[in-house]
């Protein structure tokens, strides 16, 4: 809403001022963290608030060394980084079909995968932790590897769908009079064109299987296997037995928020233009 001179209305600069708040909150919040990551547990305890006088770099060796937290890094980067391919692989094609084909079924399949997305994890636990361990995938990076593609599959293929939606479908009627198939229409022409959306669907998943903390917990258990927040919470619980460690802990979140930080600056732009085209098309 603006004035009559063109400026900004006060509805607009209190939306504003309020969004420029929680952006403030946040970067504190970080700061804070990153702060205390290099604390010493006697001194936040004594004052949550302060400076690292001086700095415990310790922090994060000992994270890593008694934690657990290096393995654990490599098996999320693994588990988040094939689950991600594996998910858009398998979406891609599936969305293509359910813009491309305007049918009864089509629609109604569309409809199933957007109530898919209001399922709870939590509903799913149980049923997914006996069928995994019947076919003896529990403990495996592979097969929680297959329960972070199917848990994607919904968002993934609704949000693909707007996308494929608006692409032309007069560039494959070009590509047809080629001579290209559908197969090679779609390789050639519509995914390259598309490329953004698959980007931004990528990257998504990927954030929400580095933070996923529920189905990691209950599917795996071995240091071995663990990711990055399982061995967060595996390490607060050892360490309330002896005392806990509010440095080395506050280190492990540190090493669980930086990739995301780090992704967030390099490619924050993206992925918001993405959900963008892909909510208006």
């Not at 490599?74 to 991600?84: E, G, K, P």
């Not at 927040?229 to 460690?245: E, H, K, T």
Request: aromatic residues 10%; glycine residues 10%.
């Amino acid at each position: 809403m603006r004035s009559e001179h063109g400026s900004p209305g006060p509805v607009r600069r209190i939306a504003t001022a309020f969004v420029w708040c929680v952006v403030a909150a946040d970067l504190l919040l970080i700061l804070w963290i990153a702060l205390t990551s290099i604390r010493g547990s006697t001194d936040i305890l004594h004052e949550a608030f302060g400076l690292p006088l001086p700095p415990h770099f310790g922090n994060y060796a000992k994270a890593f060394d008694e934690g657990g937290f290096g393995p654990a890094a490599l098996n999320s980067v693994v588990v988040s980084t094939a689950s991600s391919l594996v998910a858009v692989a398998l979406a891609a094609p599936c969305a293509y079909a359910l813009a491309r084909r305007r049918t009864r079924t089509s629609s109604a399949l569309t409809m199933t995968f957007a109530m898919g997305l209001g399922v709870p994890g939590q509903v799913l636990v149980v049923p997914l932790f006996v069928g995994m361990a019947q076919v003896d995938l529990t403990d495996s990076q592979f097969g929680l590897t297959l329960v972070y593609v199917g848990l994607a599959m919904p968002f993934t293929v609704f949000m693909l769908t707007g996308f494929f939606s608006g692409i032309p479908a007069v560039l494959e009627e070009a590509a047809a009079l080629d001579g290209a198939g559908p197969l090679r229409s779609f390789v050639q022409v519509v995914l390259p064109v598309a490329r953004g959306g698959l980007i931004t669907a990528f990257l998504l998943q990927f954030i929400s299987a580095w933070n996923e903390t529920l189905f990691a917990l209950v599917l795996t258990h071995s240091q071995e296997q663990i990711t990055l927040p399982v061995a967060l919470a595996s390490f607060v619980a050892s360490a309330q037995l002896n005392g806990l460690d509010y440095g080395t802990m506050f280190a492990g979140v540190c090493v669980i928020l930086a990739p995301m930080i780090a992704l967030f600056s390099w490619m924050g732009t993206r992925i918001i233009q993405g959900m963008t085209v892909g909510i208006g098309k």
